[in-house]
């Protein structure tokens, strides 16, 4: 809502800079957008009068004009405007003059004529395009006849006139209103508002009842109310009523439609005229569309309605569609005599669903979704009659037609001293509570420290207890409300096992040298169906936005991978990511997905680069999977966790996966991403891994219990053994634990070897075998004897050969 | 000559192979040759039975003098030779300090985990829970129970994401207050809660919208909670996030949930409020939103609003990061782009 200070300085008067008004009403009421005046950033641009007009010899369009600006010689200006006229008033752009957007005028030459300025359109020194009036929408705008030649324009346009753009809360509809604003300032500043209330000036020759018969459903518009204006002549309006239009952000189109727009913003009031000459019969009905019935609006656009519509009907069938948009059969021209003005309430979220359902958000309709003033529909259906008849000389028709009529009464709302200072944690006195709702101009009654407020209709924002605490609030001054601390009774503040498992996973990839990511949740269904750790159905938006993101992810991968594309193309190729987030698993026939935490990494590149003093380290399975471990074993998850070749993942490299479980608990995965895969990202090899957390977190955890440590020596013995390729290190290592004998402390591997010296299709696997007792020192030849065995076993059970 | 004039001569040409000895191994020989069982002193003290009995302690003296003489002048001697050798390794062992230190291989949290943490450090601090939900929520609790039924108008204010007709991806976190009101158990004490997480808007992405953000929204529910103590709440977010210089300030708004409501913003910190291109020229930044919750809200939790009252708070961390870091594309937050990510380093 745009509010010249001018406007409302015929309503309350209060003497302060636009600047800081506008800073108390952020402060006590709505924000604010904007202050400005039209007239900013313009300089030395003045009324000029057009002395002669003369063809350009070199040009089919461009006019010579000799234009008065007030000084001794006129000014030589070529205009290409297709309006430019001899003896007009213009806008005159002078040398070294700026105009809108900044843009410098400078003298200059135009198909070798000397141009000295430029004689500008509205939009051209700052006007939006929509409110420019439609006539000089393509040509030079016309000031008034008595336009002194060299003064600056801006006064003749209302340009010097401060707005302050207010972003009207949607409880705060009594602001969309100028005179709902001044009830506010006044109550802010502590003034009384002074309103005019135009007198109707009646025809006696006959009745409106004569014209008109209305029917409303009270549940569609609970008042409804006409009157008829005759003898009208539609021209344009007078300046001043167009300045106020354009102020606040209306284009003026003709006296009639301008004055409906002026009391929409002067009451906040929605008022639409119909030409009564094309209205068919006398009978007009508001009532709900037909499903099928169709209506061409005053866009131009032919409509379906359905039965969710509000319409006005005459006894043909639609004319408009209330609160929205009128219709064209019944629009105001230059041809109409006869005016019939609406004043009315419609329902609310009825007009909300219909602006929806057809795209037509307008300054009415915002207004009847937000409410409006029960108790000045008639009056400003009065002040918009006795305006049309004063500027179209018309008559107005005696009585007001009325389908509906809604008795409007303050609501009486009670509240006591004690609970305004309970809630706001102040010390108020009666006084001071009193002077604030006797500023709002709310009636009050005093009785034993509750006041019983009685809350006018303009103020239908407020029904309950807390909604009087909040005039108190903000009237007073949120600047003098303490700032204090809850105090009462003390309670725990900390995470959850949950939450801290969470946080330490975190911590624990950071401190593996994982940068954490956070990607999308929402993704396409082929990437959310990628990467599956378990069957589930895709969660799809009803109405996605944009075809990337329709899908609840059900992977944390396909993100990560994304994130290491995007990094890739721009040419940053080494990456060691870790996302912690939900995946939402969905069964199928039920409509809500389970939502589970995971935790995914994806490397790529290097993980470490080369330096003067250290080798580059490239990403690997191994690097991967010891991040995995470590995260497992520092989760207290150390006890039968098995890493089991997993080819059955169609986006992993089948001899290069791995499943994890422990026990028979599968936990998730991790290995290299298929080459289509990598291809499809165009990233080279890189290694992920997928963890359920949540089953981490439920899983039964080894209790760390101190082990002393032994003082007796330990013996190692180093066995070094080719077998089969097929062979899997996890499968000796538990033949070496099963055989080993008590003493058995550890199996570390410690190399792996194939190639030279190995036979084809073998490899050389070493291990260094540590024995240790508690309790006693051991003997090399008790080692030996152990260590023996093993070796033989491992023959036996690998077919190895020792070496 | 006699003994004394024997050992003089000794002493005198031990001093100098003592005081021109180069190395340690030299050193030892020399105190092994001079001092040991065969040494000349040894030798001399031996030839002392020749004399006659009243010289010999006279001479003795003089032999043990000599050899004490001896003795230091090889430790001396030593601990030199020790000094000179480690001044030479140590001046061989110089290196180039200005050389780069070797990396430290580490990751770090993502930025708008940062503001997160920190965020939830102060309320855990203060007494308060942290409370998940889930992102997936329904209609009932997403609107309905914040006092958002399906015709009105604030429904508007944020577009929506839904799933079915009851489903929808959650607009804010504010649901999980819900939740967690209809659970609390008030005869155990007061409800202070914040629930950070992701939520999701039916937006196009652009430098200023994303589809996807996070809040962190808080709430109080007790016998005696004021605006008072939302005000001085909210002091200490912004104090803690922009830094202690901070003041706020708060205008009066409009959200279903909560009345009376408020925005608020906190005084610049890059110009403080001086007025500047990150505040506008206004000296204040909208940073949040807040209010005392809305009897209708814990109504419908069925909480006594005649007893019990509370704030409500919710934050945008994608918000606080942006102005904090004066990061100017929101979308950068979920592109994850290493380079990005990496400058946010610091802690504390
Ligand atoms: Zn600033």
Redesign the pocket.
């Known amino acids: 809502m745009k509010i010249s200070t001018k406007w409302l300085s015929d309503y309350v008067n209060v003497d302060v800079e636009p600047q800081v008004l506008a800073e108390k009403i952020e402060r006590t009421a709505v924000e604010v957008d904007e202050v400005y005046r039209l007239e900013d950033g313009l300089k030395k641009i003045v009324v000029g009068e057009t002395l002669k007009v003369a063809a350009h010899p070199n040009s089919d369009h461009l006019h010579i004009c000799q234009v008065d600006v007030g000084e001794d010689e006129p000014l030589q200006i070529i205009c290409g405007a297709p309006n430019i006229a001899a003896h007009k008033k213009v806008i005159v752009a002078l040398p070294n003059s700026r105009i809108a957007g900044n843009v410098k005028i400078k003298r200059g030459k135009m198909r070798g004529e000397v141009s000295e300025g430029m004689i500008c359109a509205l939009q051209e020194i700052g006007f939006t395009e929509g409110v420019v009036p439609k006539k000089f929408v393509d040509g030079i705008y016309f000031l008034p006849d008595n336009a002194e030649p060299g003064k600056p324009v801006y006064p003749y346009l209302g340009m010097d006139e401060d707005i302050i753009d207010l972003d009207v809360t949607p409880n705060r509809a009594d602001m969309l209103s100028m005179r709902g604003t001044a009830y506010e300032i006044a109550a802010i500043y502590n003034k009384k508002v002074s309103l005019p209330h135009l007198e109707v000036k009646e025809s006696t020759k006959d009745n409106v009842a004569d014209y008109l018969k209305l029917k409303a459903d009270t549940e569609l518009a609970s008042t409804y109310l006409m009157r008829l204006i005759k003898n009208v002549t539609v021209k344009e309006s007078p300046l001043w009523l167009q300045k106020r239009l354009w102020n606040a952000g209306v284009r003026p189109l003709n006296n009639i439609v301008d004055v409906t727009n002026y009391v929409l913003m002067d009451y906040g009031q929605p008022l639409h005229s119909f030409d009564y000459g094309k209205i068919n019969g006398n009978n007009i009905t508001v009532r709900l569309a037909k499903a099928g019935e169709i209506l061409t609006t005053l866009d131009e656009q032919e409509r379906e309605l359905d039965e969710h519509d509000i319409v006005i009907a005459d006894d043909k069938g639609p004319i408009a569609l209330a609160g929205t948009m009128g219709g064209q059969s019944t629009e105001i021209d230059g041809g109409t005599t006869t005016v019939a003005l609406e004043a009315a309430v419609f329902n609310s979220s009825l007009i909300r669903k219909t602006a929806r359902r057809h795209n037509l958000h307008s300054e009415a309709s915002m207004r009847f979704e937000r409410g409006v003033n029960r108790a000045t529909v008639a009056e400003a259906l009065n002040t918009a009659a006795q305006l049309i008849a004063d500027l179209g000389e018309g008559e107005i028709v005696s009585g007001v037609a009325e389908g509906s009529l809604e008795a409007t009464t303050p609501v009486e709302v009670s509240i006591s001293l004690d609970k305004i200072n309970k809630v706001l944690g102040t010390d108020l006195t009666i006084d001071i509570v009193a002077d604030i709702f006797k500023r709002l101009e709310f009636g009050v009654e005093i009785n034993k420290n509750v006041f019983t407020v009685s809350v006018p209709p303009r103020r239908w924002d407020i029904s309950i207890p807390a909604d009087l605490i909040e005039e108190v609030a903000r009237i007073y001054g949120y600047d003098n409300l303490p700032a204090t601390l809850p105090k009462g009774e003390l309670t725990p503040g900390h995470y959850n096992y949950t939450q801290k498992i969470i946080r330490e996973t975190r911590q624990l990839l950071e401190a593996a040298g994982l940068t954490q990511a956070v990607s999308y949740g929402l993704t396409t269904t082929a990437k959310a169906q990628r990467f599956l750790m378990q069957p589930s159905e895709a969660t799809q938006l009803s109405f996605p936005m944009s075809s990337d993101r329709t899908t609840a992810r059900m992977n944390l991968i396909s993100g990560l991978l994304d994130d290491i594309a995007y990094n890739v193309a721009r040419k940053v190729k080494n990456i060691a990511f870790y996302e912690q987030g939900r995946v939402f698993y969905r069964e199928k026939g039920t409509e809500r997905p389970v939502e589970v935490e995971h935790v995914a990494g994806a490397l790529t590149g290097l993980f470490e680069t080369a330096t003067w003093h250290n080798t580059k380290t490239p990403v690997d399975f191994y690097l991967t999977k010891g991040i995995v471990e470590h995260l497992l074993h520092t989760l207290g998850v150390t006890e039968n966790i098995r890493y089991v070749q997993a080819n059955g993942h169609e986006e992993m490299h089948p001899g290069r996966t791995a499943d994890v479980y422990v026990g028979n608990e599968f936990l998730g995965f991790l290995g290299e991403i298929h080459p289509n895969i990598a291809k499809e990202y165009h990233i080279e090899r890189t290694y992920i891994f997928e963890l359920d957390l949540k089953k981490i977190i439920t899983m039964p955890k080894q209790l760390e219990i101190y082990t002393p440590i032994s003082k007796y020596p330990a013996i190692t013995r180093d066995v070094a053994l080719a077998v089969n390729k097929s062979i899997q290190n996890s499968e000796i290592v538990s033949c070496i634990r099963k055989n080993g004998g008590k003493n058995l402390a550890k199996v570390e591997l410690f190399d792996v070897y194939e190639g030279e010296h190995i036979a084809v299709n073998f490899k050389s696997l070493a291990y260094k075998l540590t024995y240790q007792n508690k309790k006693t020192t051991l003997l090399d030849e008790d080692v030996s004897k152990d260590f023996a065995k093993v070796v033989a076993e491992l023959k036996k059970e690998f077919d190895a050969e020792i070496r | 000559m006699g003994l004394k004039d024997k050992l003089t001569e000794l002493k005198e040409n031990a001093l100098k192979e003592i005081n021109t000895a180069e190395d340690l191994k030299k050193i030892n020989s020399i105190r092994v040759n001079l001092l040991g069982k065969k040494g000349p002193i040894t030798e001399v003290l031996r030839g002392m039975r020749d004399l006659p009995k009243e010289e010999r302690p006279n001479v003795g003296s003089f032999a043990n003098k000599v050899r004490d003489e001896l003795t230091s002048a090889i430790a001396e001697r030593k601990e030199r030779i020790e000094i000179i050798k480690i001044s030479k390794r140590l001046e061989e062992e110089k290196i180039d300090v200005t050389l780069p230190g070797v990396p430290v291989k580490a990751g770090q949290p993502h930025i708008i985990m940062q503001v997160i943490d920190q965020i939830e450090k102060l309320f855990l601090g203060m007494g308060y829970q942290v409370v998940d939900g889930p992102e997936v929520e329904e209609d009932h609790y997403n609107f309905e129970m914040m006092n958002l039924p399906k015709d009105h108008p604030a429904r508007d204010m944020q577009d929506t994401f839904y799933i079915t007709d009851k489903l929808l991806m959650r607009t804010q976190t504010s649901p999980v207050q819900a939740r967690t009101m209809e659970k609390h158990d008030f005869s155990k004490g007061p409800l202070k809660m914040i629930s950070p997480g992701k939520v999701y808007r039916r937006d196009t992405d652009d430098a200023t919208h994303s589809h996807q953000f996070h809040q962190i929204e808080g709430l109080v529910i007790d016998k005696n909670i004021t605006m008072a103590d939302l005000k001085g709440t909210l002091q200490l977010i912004a104090r803690t996030v922009f830094g202690e210089e901070r003041e706020i300030r708060l205008r009066p708004s409009y959200f279903p949930f909560t009345e009376p409501s408020v925005e608020v913003d906190v005084s610049?910190f890059?110009?403080?409020?001086?007025?500047?291109?990150?505040?506008k020229?206004t000296?204040w930044?909208e940073v949040l939103g807040a209010g005392m919750v809305h009897p209708n809200v814990l109504k419908m939790s069925g909480i006594d609003a005649d007893i019990y009252g509370g704030f409500a708070f919710g934050l945008g961390p994608d918000r606080f990061a942006m102005l904090k870091y004066g990061v100017d594309d929101i979308r950068e937050f979920y592109l994850n782009d290493v380079r990005f990510l990496k400058q946010f380093s610091q802690r504390g």
């Open positions: 610049c890059k110009c403080n409020g001086q007025g500047c291109s990150v505040c020229n000296g930044i």
